[in-house]
């Protein structure tokens, strides 16, 4: 797995690219994660176009992530969600937590507005 992070103003975009799964692609994630949030980057954008399996460890840290940014007054969205991640989410009852946008432009307004 793959991540490209791109910070501006508050807010930390994390594009996933690959599996988003227990091991070391998960620790790669919490360590942008908690890296975006020690320079103060409240707000997460998380482009999931290129991540086509996600498992519950992977769920977890996307919902303790929003978690963690809503205590620093920042927030969560997701973006592109890929069929598989899309069905998931929904499945698990989590997607309605999350506010969830086709583009990351449009994301990333969200965020500043």
Do not use: W
């Not at 910070?7 to 975009?13: A, D, F, I, L, Y």
């Not at 992977?58 to 303790?64: D, H, L, P, R, W």
């Not at 969560?76 to 432009?105: C, G, Q, R």
């Amino acid at each position: 797995m793959d991540l490209d992070v791109l910070q501006s103003g508050k807010t930390c975009t994390i594009r996933i690219k690959g599996a988003l799964k227990m091991g070391e692609q998960l620790d790669k994630f919490d360590a942008a994660v908690r890296e975006a949030f020690a320079t103060d980057h409240p707000f997460l954008v998380l482009n999931l176009e290129a991540m086509p399996v996600i498992d519950s460890s992977g769920i977890g840290s996307i919902v303790n992530a929003l978690q963690q940014s809503k205590k620093l007054g920042g927030d969560t969205k997701l973006v592109s969600l890929s069929p598989f991640a899309y069905k998931t989410f929904k499945m698990v009852h989590i997607l309605n937590l999350f506010s969830v946008f086709d583009a990351e432009a449009d994301a990333l307004a969200a965020c500043v507005a």
